[in-house]
Each structure stands twice: as C-alpha cells, then as structure tokens.
C-alpha cells in the first residue's frame, strides 16, 4: 500500500465488522481489544484502518462500493433463507426485516456510485 491512497475503502468483512463486534464486547463486559492497525479492505489493498467506513455516504473508493453491495445483498439472501429453516431462532418475519435492512444498505452503496 502506498501512502497515496485518498480513498475511503470499506473492510472486506463488510458486513461482519471487527469494530461492531470490538464495541458489543467493551459493553458487556468492560473490555476493548485494540483494533488492527492494517486491515484488508473489498478492494483486495491493506489500508490503516482509519481510512474505512462501513457508512455508504463515506465509502469513495468504488471497487469497494461494489464489493460491499454484494457482501449486503448476498448476506440478505442467507439471513432470509435461514430465517425460514425449522428450528431457527429468528422468525421469517424478523429475517425479511433484517434482509430488508441489508438489502437498503445495499442500495445506498449502489446509489453512492451516481
């Protein structure tokens, strides 16, 4: 990676974000981890991970745009067929809510291309 790089990139484990994870441990349980300082981004570059965001409006970089509309569209589709599946612990209706949620975000990074 270059030190060059004016983009604002997103993780490739868009939808799966360590910061998310990293603040629902420090409320349970009082703990931060520190949060890598390289992390590899949908655009398949290594960035500091202070030139990321998970926010559509703030993602410049367009490789990762499209990277992170796949990864919500796809993970709509999961949490729609998981949500029918006997014995799930989500209801259909809840999943259609959450696959709906994605599925906006997914527009959002579609529509930041414009």
Do not use: W
């Not at 960035?47 to 990762?64: G, H, N, Q, W």
């Amino acid at each position: 990676m270059s030190g060059n790089d004016p983009h604002i990139h997103v993780e490739a484990k868009v939808v799966h974000g360590d910061a998310a994870v990293r603040n629902m441990v420090a409320s349970t349980f009082g703990l931060a981890g520190d949060l890598p300082s390289l992390v590899a981004t949908g655009c398949g570059l290594r960035v500091p991970y202070a030139m990321t965001s998970p926010r559509p409006d703030r993602v410049t970089c367009l490789a990762c745009r499209e990277h992170a509309r796949r990864e919500h569209l796809r993970f709509a589709e999961e949490v729609e067929h998981l949500s029918r599946m006997p014995g799930s612990t989500i209801s259909p209706a809840q999943g259609k809510s959450a696959a709906d949620r994605h599925r906006g975000l997914a527009q959002r990074f579609s529509d930041a291309e414009g």
